[in-house]
């Protein structure tokens, strides 16, 4: 079974600073798909940047991108030039690659960006 | 275009009382998926339709059952409530090779 573990409940960053949060992951799958969501106060799910387990390259959104370290099964995200807007919960979650849509996620790290 | 939208936004049950939750997923898409999340806990998958089937389920009794209709919209039925059963129900709809979830704001129901 899979299984995905954030250790850092809570992380604070100053606007315009760059914070990384931490997700590992454990899975026997070779094909994944491995994301991270935001979940403001709206309690709505928005992707925020998404990692095919196939491609080398890290992802890039604009301000956020990831070191995804497959050896290791580690799936950081970094934001850079953090904004007030940013303060939210972040999840990480995995996704096998084949036959399902079904979502595992982390226990979430709540972001708090102070001005 | 309209995203995922799910009604209520809040209900509130006593115990042993049913709840049907709805969900209408973005346009075009035709899988729907059902999530679960605790106060303080990342969403737990439920189950998910596709073609009005139940194609996958997670580890959920019984209790909770669905149904996606011909123009894919879905329904969550919760039987016989549980005070554990208040959480955020959040709809989650996708399509295409990479299946990409999108997510509707949640049901917040309160079981009392």
């Known amino acids: 079974a899979q299984t995905v573990t954030q250790s850092q409940p809570e992380m604070s960053v100053q606007e315009a600073e760059t914070v990384t949060l931490s997700c590992t992951y454990d899975t026997s799958e070779s094909n994944y798909y491995l994301f991270w969501y935001k979940q403001p106060p709206s309690r709505q799910m928005i992707l925020v940047i998404r990692?095919?387990?196939?491609?080398?390259q890290n992802a890039t959104e604009n301000r956020f991108s990831v070191n995804f370290q497959k050896a290791a099964k580690s799936f950081s995200l970094k934001i850079s030039d953090s904004q007030l807007g940013d303060t939210a919960m972040y999840f990480c979650?995995?996704?096998?690659?084949?036959?399902?849509?079904?979502?595992?996620f982390g226990t979430g790290t709540r972001l708090q960006v102070f001005p | 275009d309209a995203g995922v939208t799910q009604s209520p936004t809040h209900l509130i049950k006593t115990r042993g009382q049913q709840v049907t939750l709805r969900c209408s997923p973005k346009?075009?898409?035709?899988?729907v998926s059902w999530y679960q999340q605790a106060l303080g806990q990342g969403p737990q998958f439920i189950f998910q339709?596709?073609?009005?089937?139940?194609?996958q389920r997670g580890n959920f009794p019984d209790r909770f059952s669905g149904h996606q209709f011909p123009n894919y919209s879905s329904e969550l039925n919760v039987n016989a409530l549980l005070l554990g059963d208040s959480a955020l129900y959040l709809c989650?709809?996708?399509?295409?090779?990479?299946?990409?979830?999108?997510f509707g704001q949640g049901t917040r129901l309160t079981v009392v």
């Open positions: 979650a995995f996704r096998r690659s084949y036959n399902t849509d079904k979502l595992i």
């Open positions: 990692q095919e387990a196939y491609k080398q």
């Open positions: 346009s075009g898409h035709d899988t």
């Open positions: 339709y596709y073609e009005e089937e139940e194609r």
């Open positions: 989650a709809s996708s399509l295409g090779r990479v299946r990409e979830a999108f």
